[in-house]
């Protein structure tokens, strides 16, 4: 089956510092790479979609210039958190579409962020 | 747009059925099922996209109604396995975000011995 990492697993860090997470689609190339955050009990909420080659869409709410994504190739989206913050605190999970199972997606592991 | 689904939570025992609804106030596109156990990511069950289709998977089993509005997922003859919370994903028809799902709240379900 269609295999998605995220790299790393878990991370913590301090206020005001910068944190890359990345996505990869390992044995298939994904036209589609979505992130999405849960804290807590709650639901998935996705962020944004991103699609290589081009600018990611954020969804409302969502501030692109401190989540920072680029999806450098049909195999690798990543997701920065700028000057990131307590409240940044989250779950962040990416999935990705295989170019030819378009209505499928298939979840990294997810990322668990601590923001200290 | 977010799904609405219910209940919110249920606790079986094993060998119990559930059902687990999620609607939308729109047509839908499609609608995914997933499982997401504790701390790890959410594990994609099945997706419906025809009015009226009806897929199983092992005892695990979901509708789409034929106005796409509703959809169930039916857990027959419950399994320790199947504790964990229960999202449904759902892609309505005039999103331009490309196949990107909006999730509901999840059921949490747990099922005890």
């Known amino acids: 089956g269609a295999v998605v990492s995220q790299h790393p697993s878990w991370v913590i860090c301090k206020s005001g510092t910068s944190v890359k997470i990345e996505c990869r689609s390992l044995?298939?190339?994904?036209?589609?790479m979505f992130w999405y955050r849960q804290f807590p009990k709650q639901s998935l909420m996705l962020m944004a979609t991103?699609?290589?080659?081009?600018?990611?869409?954020?969804e409302q709410g969502v501030e692109k210039d401190k989540f920072l994504i680029n999806h450098a190739s049909l195999t690798l989206s990543t997701l920065t958190v700028t000057s990131a913050h307590p409240e940044d605190s989250s779950f962040y999970i990416c999935?990705?579409?295989?170019?030819?199972?378009?209505?499928?997606?298939?979840f990294g592991p997810g990322t668990r962020l601590t923001v200290t | 747009q977010q799904p609405v689904q219910s209940p919110q939570a249920v606790i079986l025992r094993e060998g119990e059925d559930a059902v687990i609804n999620c609607s939308s106030s729109?047509?839908?596109?499609?609608v995914h099922w997933y499982r997401q156990k504790h701390g790890e990511a959410p594990v994609f069950l099945m997706i419906?996209?025809?009015?009226?289709e009806q897929k199983g998977h092992e005892k695990i089993s979901a509708s789409f109604n034929e106005k796409k509005q509703q959809s169930s997922l039916y857990l027959t003859a419950s399994q320790l396995s199947y504790s964990g919370t229960y999202f449904c994903?759902?892609?309505?028809?005039?999103?331009?975000?490309?196949?990107?799902?909006?999730f509901g709240k999840g059921t949490s379900l747990l099922v005890t011995p």
């Open positions: 419906l996209l025809k009015g009226g």
């Open positions: 729109k047509a839908l596109y499609s």
């Open positions: 991103s699609n290589e080659g081009s600018k990611a869409t954020y």
């Open positions: 994903g759902t892609e309505i028809m005039d999103s331009n975000s490309g196949y990107a799902l909006n």
């Open positions: 044995d298939f190339q994904a036209t589609t």
């Open positions: 999935s990705a579409t295989p170019l030819d199972l378009s209505y499928e997606q298939y």
